[in-house]
């Protein structure tokens, strides 16, 4: 205790020493010590554990909104799951169709630390692109969210058609997607719509899924030459003056219905990816924290063992 | 590194037993192979996406016989009212008139507008009004209807039903431009259709 004032009160007037000392680890570094005093600094160790103890507890409150964010919004992305089977029901599911406009339609988030989901996203996105190339075809990126737009950019800028970002910034709700799917339908040209998501399956599992939206013409093309959408002309239409127009809407509120679920999976997805990464950027800075207090452990210790062999081996030269 | 190390254990986990906090049932995985195999050839390294075709429950065929009950899925954005309930009849409200459906009804794509939609079950009926969507009949007997907005009758105001269509009618007659006569004829549609539904 006195010797540690003794240092502390040396600290503040002389100059540095160089210890003729062995270092031990790349951690402890010569601090200014009066005229011989002679010890190891364990200040540096102890700001590392204040800084990795201050990121500790942020990722831990971080996990907890996010845990909180997704019982809200899990919720509601059940409840909407209803919502594209009946369109999957009648029109079936058609993603090797051979169509010469593709518009791919990635769904992401604006924030990160959310895990890998928007980086899986992104590549399904480019290989489908690559997929869907041909000669006479086209393929464009449509783009909610900033994290894809920022992937994306760096090398198919001139693919990119429309990118819409700050989605969730009021909660989501049917009319802003529907008014969000009247803009892309109204802006782009398109034979086959494919929305590429990240369906929430569990807290741990998301699963990266594409849905895909047939225009009306495709959609009577594929009837005509039979095949998923055979028996799509067995069916009566009511309402309406043409088939053609009923097609037309079916086809609007179908990628309105999907789009809406596909957006919601995807804000779930986010918030569980988000979850189990702060999870374990927690449990990886409490690791790391377990280390440090052990070096620093020791490094206090080894400093105390210094001075006591000092002060023995003055005390017993004196004596002797 | 512990990331990848859950990921990796949570396939086979995924597989073997039923997951606690998962909220999918495992549905019969159907794969639409062809878009499997041309994945698979120009991206060799990585797993195809899913698509909606694996998460659906599949639908019975259609039967040799009339079955005795519809089976109808009434969904809504933001709830399923009913799904997969075995009904006697449903009125829906198509653009052509109100149509009413009975098992064994012809395949039907049907366009909705405003308007009374009831379900019959037995004696029991319940009523509810939609705002518009989109109805389904299959040829087995299974009926899907989408909508947009639907709200149980007991749950409207009338006086409000009758402010509502007097503003409208108003709007309507000094709307200047397109868009606005087109959105006042739409408020005029709605709420005397609501108007009907109460009444009627």
Same mark, same amino acid.
């Given at each position: 205790m006195a010797m540690a004032a003794l240092r502390r009160e040396g600290r503040r007037f002389a100059a540095p020493l160089i210890s003729p000392?062995?270092?031990?680890?790349?951690l402890i570094a010569e601090e200014q010590a009066p005229l011989g005093v002679r010890s190891i600094s364990t200040q540096v160790v102890r700001n590392r554990m204040k800084s990795v103890k201050n990121i500790q507890k942020i990722t831990k409150a971080m996990k907890m909104v996010a845990a909180s964010k997704l019982r809200a919004i899990q919720t509601r992305a059940e409840n909407s799951r209803g919502l594209w089977q009946p369109f999957t029901a009648l029109l079936g599911d058609a993603p090797s169709v051979d169509v010469k406009k593709n518009v791919i339609v990635t769904i992401s988030s604006?924030?990160?630390?959310?895990?890998g989901i928007n980086s899986t996203s992104v590549k399904i996105s480019k290989a489908m692109h690559k997929l869907t190339a041909g000669p006479e075809k086209e393929t464009k990126y449509v783009i909610l969210g900033e994290k894809a737009k920022a992937q994306l950019i760096r090398d198919s800028k001139k693919d990119i058609e429309l990118s819409i970002t700050e989605?969730?910034?009021?909660?989501?709700?049917y009319t802003q997607v529907s008014v969000l799917a009247d803009d892309i339908l109204k802006n782009v040209e398109y034979d086959a719509l494919r929305i590429i998501f990240n369906k929430f399956h569990s807290v741990v599992s998301f699963l990266p899924t594409m849905s895909t939206v047939l225009s009306p013409e495709v959609v009577e093309r594929e009837a005509e030459s039979?095949?998923?959408?055979?028996?799509?002309?067995?069916y009566e239409i009511e309402g309406g003056e043409t088939k053609g127009e009923i097609l037309q809407n079916l086809a609007e509120f179908q990628f309105s219905c999907v789009l809406f679920n596909a957006v919601l999976e995807n804000a779930c997805s986010e918030q569980g990816a988000r979850m189990s990464a702060m999870d374990s950027s927690s449990r990886n800075a409490g690791e790391m924290l377990d280390r440090l207090t052990l070096t620093y452990n020791r490094t206090r210790q080894a400093s105390i063992t210094t001075e006591l062999i000092e002060i023995i081996s003055g005390a017993s030269a004196l004596e002797g | 590194m512990l990331r990848r190390a859950t990921g990796l254990l949570a396939r086979p986990i995924l597989s073997c037993r039923a997951r606690p906090? #998962?909220?999918?049932?495992?549905?019969?995985?159907?794969?639409?192979s062809s878009f499997v195999e041309a994945w698979k050839k120009v991206i060799p390294n990585m797993e195809p996406p899913k698509t909606p075709l694996s998460f659906m429950q599949p639908r019975p065929p259609t039967p040799s016989s009339i079955p005795s009950k519809l089976t109808v899925s009434f969904v809504l954005p933001y709830a399923?009212?009913?799904?997969n309930k075995e009904v006697d009849m449903v009125i829906i409200p198509s653009t052509t008139g109100q149509m009413g459906v009975l098992p064994?009804?012809? #395949?039907t794509i049907a366009e909705l507008k405003p308007g009374l939609l009831s379900v019959h079950e037995g004696n029991e009926v319940t009523k509810y009004f939609v705002s518009s969507g989109f109805a389904f009949i299959h040829a087995n007997s299974f009926a899907d209807i989408i909508a947009v907005e639907a709200v149980p009758?007991?749950?409207?105001d009338a006086s409000l039903v009758q402010k509502g269509l007097a503003e409208f009618t108003q709007k309507l007659s000094s709307a200047s431009t397109d868009l606005e006569k087109a959105e006042a004829q739409i408020g005029v549609d709605v709420h005397s259709a609501l108007n009907a539904a109460l009444t009627g």
């Amino acid at each position: 205790m006195a010797m540690a004032a003794l240092r502390r009160e040396g600290r503040r007037f002389a100059a540095p020493l160089i210890s003729p000392q062995p270092i031990r680890s790349s951690l402890i570094a010569e601090e200014q010590a009066p005229l011989g005093v002679r010890s190891i600094s364990t200040q540096v160790v102890r700001n590392r554990m204040k800084s990795v103890k201050n990121i500790q507890k942020i990722t831990k409150a971080m996990k907890m909104v996010a845990a909180s964010k997704l019982r809200a919004i899990q919720t509601r992305a059940e409840n909407s799951r209803g919502l594209w089977q009946p369109f999957t029901a009648l029109l079936g599911d058609a993603p090797s169709v051979d169509v010469k406009k593709n518009v791919i339609v990635t769904i992401s988030s604006d924030k990160g630390l959310c895990g890998g989901i928007n980086s899986t996203s992104v590549k399904i996105s480019k290989a489908m692109h690559k997929l869907t190339a041909g000669p006479e075809k086209e393929t464009k990126y449509v783009i909610l969210g900033e994290k894809a737009k920022a992937q994306l950019i760096r090398d198919s800028k001139k693919d990119i058609e429309l990118s819409i970002t700050e989605l969730q910034k009021n909660p989501l709700n049917y009319t802003q997607v529907s008014v969000l799917a009247d803009d892309i339908l109204k802006n782009v040209e398109y034979d086959a719509l494919r929305i590429i998501f990240n369906k929430f399956h569990s807290v741990v599992s998301f699963l990266p899924t594409m849905s895909t939206v047939l225009s009306p013409e495709v959609v009577e093309r594929e009837a005509e030459s039979g095949g998923k959408l055979g028996d799509l002309d067995s069916y009566e239409i009511e309402g309406g003056e043409t088939k053609g127009e009923i097609l037309q809407n079916l086809a609007e509120f179908q990628f309105s219905c999907v789009l809406f679920n596909a957006v919601l999976e995807n804000a779930c997805s986010e918030q569980g990816a988000r979850m189990s990464a702060m999870d374990s950027s927690s449990r990886n800075a409490g690791e790391m924290l377990d280390r440090l207090t052990l070096t620093y452990n020791r490094t206090r210790q080894a400093s105390i063992t210094t001075e006591l062999i000092e002060i023995i081996s003055g005390a017993s030269a004196l004596e002797g | 590194m512990l990331r990848r190390a859950t990921g990796l254990l949570a396939r086979p986990i995924l597989s073997c037993r039923a997951r606690p906090f #998962s909220t999918d049932l495992p549905a019969p995985q159907t794969t639409d192979s062809s878009f499997v195999e041309a994945w698979k050839k120009v991206i060799p390294n990585m797993e195809p996406p899913k698509t909606p075709l694996s998460f659906m429950q599949p639908r019975p065929p259609t039967p040799s016989s009339i079955p005795s009950k519809l089976t109808v899925s009434f969904v809504l954005p933001y709830a399923s009212e009913l799904s997969n309930k075995e009904v006697d009849m449903v009125i829906i409200p198509s653009t052509t008139g109100q149509m009413g459906v009975l098992p064994g009804h012809v #395949s039907t794509i049907a366009e909705l507008k405003p308007g009374l939609l009831s379900v019959h079950e037995g004696n029991e009926v319940t009523k509810y009004f939609v705002s518009s969507g989109f109805a389904f009949i299959h040829a087995n007997s299974f009926a899907d209807i989408i909508a947009v907005e639907a709200v149980p009758l007991d749950q409207i105001d009338a006086s409000l039903v009758q402010k509502g269509l007097a503003e409208f009618t108003q709007k309507l007659s000094s709307a200047s431009t397109d868009l606005e006569k087109a959105e006042a004829q739409i408020g005029v549609d709605v709420h005397s259709a609501l108007n009907a539904a109460l009444t009627g």
